[in-house]
């Protein structure tokens, strides 16, 4: 009986790849401000609307599939722009959501760092041994926007899909798919408009 022997890039030759290529949402006012949004709700500001627009134009050539999308205002506008401009389906999903910042949404850095000095230390510094008050946990933001991924590589192999999202579920995948150290959450550079294709395994 013949067996055959596999090496692992052999193996990965096998494997069906879904291209995925994540943007982060244009600029809002709050972003300008230093507000922290979370899940709350502020549409795209002029700029940000002109940066969603270039984005669109950039990637006019790129031949994607179908978008998926947050459903927050500044992930969604940026995404409909995207979306009209390739002519492709969009869909959203609210597992991409930016995580839910309880109390510190709506308020500036300087305020949170006033009102709860020593937890947001923590958050700049060990931010998954913290919670924000009434928010989410790191772990809980990992373990819905992994599902998302997971559901939409399942449905989508081999195809390329477009993903407009937020800072911190973009630092997550970014964290599982090129192995980074989970702490460099608070101090990857992920401006607004941020673009990288990731290539996932199905």
Known sequence: MAYLHWTIAQINAQRIMTDIMII???ETNWNVEG???GQADPSLNTRGLDQAREIADKLTECKFDMIYTSPLKRACQTAKIISDQLQIPMHTDARLSEINQGDWQTRLRSEIESLYPD????????????????????????????????????????????????????????????????????????????TEEIHIGA
């Not at 060990?126 to 946990?137: I, K, L, Q």
């Not at 559901?151 to 195809?159: A, C, F, N, T, Y």
């Open 35 to 37: 507000r922290y949004q």
């Open 119 to 194: 937890l947001f230390r923590r958050w700049e510094t060990e931010p998954w041994t913290v919670t924000p008050p009434g928010g989410e946990h790191l772990t809980e933001v990992q373990s819905r926007v992994y599902a998302a991924i997971d559901d939409i590589v399942d449905h989508h192999p081999g195809l390329r899909v477009g993903l407009v999202t937020h800072r911190i579920p973009i630092a997550l995948i970014k964290i599982r798919y090129q192995s980074l150290d989970p702490d460099v959450i608070r101090t990857l550079h992920l401006p607004n408009t941020y």
């Open 24 to 26: 982060r949402h244009g």
